[in-house]
């Protein structure tokens, strides 16, 4: 939970959230991503994925395309890749103050437990 604080403390003042953040950043890294496949991904519902998709498209970051058959895409725009940047880079300025504050070795280990935690409680989901 404080790891999560300081993400959304980092991103303050801008009109992004931890989870919007890391769906923009999907859809930068992935152009044409599909709302179902990074669903299936972050193991969320289509309509969570959906609604944030939303939120991005009001904000101008994301635009939604007929891609192949009938499924929309979704595509950054210029003003959504700059955003992803400029959060990303607030991220790991936050993140590196954690490193700072725990130390090195303190912060690996951390890390290393809560990706086992994660991969632990997305298995037995």
Known sequence: MLIEQRGEAALA????????????????????????EIAHRLGKSQQAISQAANRLEKLRYIERRVGSGRAVALHATRAGR??????????????????ELLGPQQFDTLMAL???????LRHEA
């Open 13 to 36: 003042g801008t009109p992004l959230s931890l989870p919007l953040s890391h769906l923009l950043d999907a859809v930068v890294a992935e152009p044409g991503v599909t709302v179902t």
């Open 82 to 99: 700059e955003a992803s940047a400029e959060a990303v880079t607030r991220e790991l300025a936050a993140e590196d103050r954690v490193r």
């Open 114 to 120: 809560l990706a086992t935690t994660r991969d632990t």
